[in-house]
């Protein structure tokens, strides 16, 4: 239930960014914000909703009263199912709830106002770039082929190395460089350069990897994350001997 009015997004492009903002929020809760968000779904408390919000944020609240409501409602009752399964398996089938919730929403602005095929199909192909809040959240990232293909330098860029591995003394510790390129490979396989897309996603935010940004790999799940979405800094990293996510963090607390 959002307190704070939002400007009602029009045309494609706001309904994009509506779309944006209100899925980095759900990411939000589910990865770096995983404890507050685990203790916030009491069961026994009401039935409760996760809300993404436009501008990046998130909250557990009661749905809207009114009936029917100003926006479709996301999946009611997400509380009482936290402690009758295993946590991962529960916020997984959280994010896919959110995933659907987020199209509605987009597409209900859609309808709302009136677009055509043309501006439907444009929508759709805006959101379809991005990787599900599901996809993120459970590190099972998948781009497509042609992806691939036009990333592919970018992904052989991309170094083995883990967070606090042996490098040389002139780079960095911890910091993601990319090293001499190398000659394409004509038989490289479609699969593997698959799989190397999906490592150089962030596990927090989903976005890729950036030649000229600072990324820390998770020594428990092995996820990469930007160091601004965990607030780690290369400062810091140079003093961490095991490196755990803020996911793998509370994980361990709980148990």
Not at 110 to 127: C, D, H, N, V
Request: charged residues 30%; hydrophobic residues 30%; aromatic residues 8%.
């Amino acid at each position: 239930m959002e307190g704070t009015p939002h400007p009602i997004p029009r045309t494609v492009e706001e309904v994009f960014n509506d779309f944006r903002g209100r899925r980095a929020g759900l990411i939000k809760a589910l990865t770096t914000d995983v404890e507050k968000f685990f203790q916030q779904c009491d069961p026994e408390k009401e039935n409760l909703c996760l809300y993404g919000l436009p501008n990046e944020t998130w909250e557990v609240n009661l749905p809207v009263e009114e009936v029917p409501p100003e926006l479709p409602e996301p999946a009611l009752g997400i509380n009482f199912a936290r402690d009758g399964m295993q946590e991962k398996d529960w916020i997984s089938l959280v994010a896919v709830h959110s995933d659907s919730w987020l199209l509605s929403v987009a597409f209900y602005f859609g309808a709302r106002f009136g677009f055509g095929k043309s501006e439907r199909k444009r929508l759709f192909q805006l959101i379809n770039d991005l990787p599900t809040v599901f996809e993120v959240v459970t590190g099972n990232v998948k781009q497509s082929k042609d992806q691939s293909a036009s990333h592919n330098n970018s992904s052989k860029n991309k170094p083995s190395v883990k967070m606090h591995s042996r490098q040389s003394e002139s780079q960095p510790k911890g910091v993601k460089m990319s090293p001499p390129p190398k000659e394409e490979d004509e038989s490289g396989e479609e699969e593997e350069e698959d799989d190397e897309q999906a490592a150089t996603l962030c596990g927090a935010c989903g976005d890729n990897y950036g030649n000229d940004e600072f990324w820390i790999c998770c020594d428990i799940c092995e996820r990469w994350f930007h160091g601004k979405c965990v607030k780690i800094t290369p400062a810091k990293a140079e003093h961490i001997k095991q490196y755990k996510c803020p996911s793998c963090s509370s994980k361990r607390a709980r148990a």
